[in-house]
């Protein structure tokens, strides 16, 4: 095993703390090894002047870290699942999932606001949230905002915006808890795939018993299920398809939303089986809310 471990970070103060995490838990357990943190600015980080479906998805925010893991500089990226292309290269395996943090959405005023204020609209970069939010909020204009956690509570405090709906985790993570005014639970907005989730990559031929112990098993089982379930509908930023799992004793429980981009329509649903069977329950689920809505076109078509 090496004596000198290198995780490949994005520089954004979040994804740092969040590689402090993993970084303390292996030196925690190997105090022999030497642990360091390589920032890199990705693609994602640098264009924030559009949304990230007209600039190509969540691979913006991987392609450095790959890189550098496959030459070599790096030894473990550290990722928000959330934040991870469906598609993983079979060299960059992911090899751990932490035990999740609060998965659900929630909502952010300007210091000292009490409720919103109708004349400025909602801030989200997430076309997955503005699709939920329109039933919760629907007289409230929703804009997309870009740029890291204290980018966007800068713009907010700023007065350009009535409110932030952010993922309750990263808030957490920074110490920022008693910013949130409001969770939505996930049957209001169902989750992100992955959302709370820290997943470490590797790649292959590597030594990585420093970090047994590290993966737990419930996040495992629900962002494998979340995951199918999105990889089935070919989903990611472009996409605002949504799961989210709960493992329940030996059972998950997985809420879904597919979303239909001919025609902009939206259906959720559910599904509940054996954790073993993870996977197959995320890809199950995703036929049947695609099959249902495909019945649903062909009936309104019938009828016209």
Known sequence: MRDKIVIGSRESALAV????MVRDYIKKRNPELSVEILT??????KILDRTLDKVGGKGLFVKELDLALLDGRSQLSVHSLKDMPMEVPHELPLLAFSKREDPRDVLVLPKGAKELDPSKPLGSASLRRILQLKE???YMEVKSVRGNLQTRLRKLDGGEYSGLILAAAGMKRMGLEERICRYFTPDEIIPAAGQGILAVQGTLNEDYSFLEGYCD????????????????????????????????????????LYYHEADRTWNKGSIRGKV??????????????????EECQKSKKGEL
């Open 17 to 20: 703390c969040q590689s402090q």
């Open 40 to 45: 890199m600015k990705t693609t994602g980080d």
């Open 136 to 138: 919760l909020y629907p």
């Open 217 to 256: 098993d419930d996040a495992w089982i629900a962002g494998t299920a979340e995951r199918a379930f999105v990889k089935y509908l070919n989903g990611g930023c472009s996409s605002p398809v949504a799961a989210y799992g709960e493992v329940e004793g030996d059972e998950l429980y997985l809420r879904g």
């Open 276 to 293: 073993q069977d993870a996977a197959i329950l995320g890809e199950t689920l995703a036929e049947n809310l695609k099959r249902q809505m």
